[in-house]
């Protein structure tokens, strides 16, 4: 495949190394900041490089929103966090002219989890939920976009649920609705996202934890792979 990078960060340096150990080429990048680090030709807009299969995003919605807004026509696997619903409405309008895929997490386990989820909340009623999840010190957005796609999931089969996410002004016991979102920054924790079912006397954790990065870069590229040969259409984990 011939790749086009948006956003230069530690993920998309991950896919660029990843790609090429397997064959793949890096045909330009549209960087953020710091053009003159990049070892490849870098591009303003998405229009402006000719001969590429393929986009592969793990950027910033400052970044990547504008560049959707060009005139284009390219397969894009989409890992941007923050802005979800921006970033959903506008990948459905080019759905209709390319394929697109779009996941809040490149990897498949915690697709995985998400399907676990789906079986589990339906079983589980009565019990009190609590989510919690945990990531390096540079993170900026809060919740993860996991832990929002994760909170979805549960959204859809439990409606009455309402999330809580700071209990220290509240002076009060837990009411049976909430489901409480935690969120933990330090070090160099890669990602971790656990799902906590409390009932009387027992509890359930379903858990995810990342050991490195490198399984959203591997994520995002087996996602490439099978998206080029796709029809126009919005791709998730589910369809792809």
């Known amino acids: ?45 998405i229009s402006d490089i ?5 986009a592969i995003d793990f950027s910033h919605p400052d ?15 989409i890992a941007t966090t923050g802005e979800k619903e921006r970033i959903h409405n506008k990948l459905q309008q080019l759905a209709e002219t390319m394929p697109v895929f779009f996941s809040a997490n490149m990897s498949y386990g ?8 789906e079986t589990a909340v339906p079983l589980l009623q009565d019990f009190d939920i609590e989510m919690t999840e945990a990531h390096h010190n540079q993170k900026v957005d809060a919740p993860s976009g996991t832990l929002v796609k994760l909170y979805d999931v549960i959204d859809q089969l439990r409606n009455d ?10 002076n009060q016991k837990r009411e049976q609705q909430e489901i409480g979102i935690h ?12 799902v906590l079912f ?12 990342a050991q490195s990065k490198d399984i959203f870069a591997n ?3 087996n996602a490439a792979q099978r998206l080029i040969d796709k029809q126009p259409g919005y791709y998730t984990f589910d369809n792809l």
Do not use: C, W
């Not at 990843?18 to 710091?34: D, Q, R, S, T, Y």
């Not at 969120?183 to 656990?194: A, K, L, M, Q, S």
């Open 1 to 45: 495949m011939r790749i086009l990078l948006i956003g230069y960060g530690a993920m998309n340096q991950r896919v660029a190394r990843l790609a090429e150990e397997i064959g793949h080429e890096i045909v330009g990048v549209i960087p953020n900041k710091h053009r003159e680090s990049i070892p490849y030709p870098t591009f303003d807009k």
């Open 50 to 54: 000719q001969e590429v299969d393929i």
């Open 63 to 77: 970044l990547l929103l504008p560049l959707l807004d060009d005139t284009f026509n390219l397969p894009l696997v």
């Open 110 to 117: 915690i697709h995985v989890l998400t399907k676990l989820l």
């Open 161 to 170: 649920l309402k999330p809580v996410y700071d209990r220290s002004q509240k």
């Open 183 to 194: 969120t933990v920054r330090g070090g160099t924790i890669v990602g971790e996202h656990d």
């Open 198 to 209: 409390a009932g009387v006397d027992e509890t359930i954790t379903l858990s995810h934890r």
């Open 219 to 221: 994520g995002a590229l």
